[in-house]
């Protein structure tokens, strides 16, 4: 199986979609995007427009090599068209909180911005936009290419353990 050079992670918040980015980077070469940093600007709370957001999604997704990664469904969509391969990071609702939690606060969040943060991580799965389990995995079933969904940490550290480095078959 190839995932090629231009690789999409989705999944909730706290799925491991940044730690697996990281992971993959030295072997594909390109840049590592998350989409938090073009969805936010300085601080959480603070929205860059959409369209322009997109419009910065596609222009990387216009590069040879890259790796983008988020939970806003809307954005990674805008670099499907281009992507060679898709991981969905499935992991249950314990594993999502679990990792928030030990992350804590991100971009100076405060407590009652981190707490409603983490409530709205764990309505992931009720809601029903491009930013919830409905709206990845209908861009899951939708995405036509070399695609792979995991469901536990056990998983991905199986997929990572095996992969090549920069060069090797696994992404050519």
Known sequence: ??????????????????????????RIGGERVDLDHIHWLDRVGNKRDETEAKAMVAAIASRPNWIIEGVYGWLAEAALSRASGLIWLDMSPAVCRESLVLRGPWRGAGADEHAAFLAWADAYWDRTTSTSFVGHAALFDGFLKTKMRFEHRASVAEFTAVLPCAGGAAFE
Request: no cysteine; hydrophobic share 40%.
């Open 1 to 26: 199986m190839t995932l090629g050079p231009r690789i999409v992670i989705i999944g909730n918040s706290g799925s491991g979609k940044s730690t697996l980015a990281k992971l993959l980077e030295p």
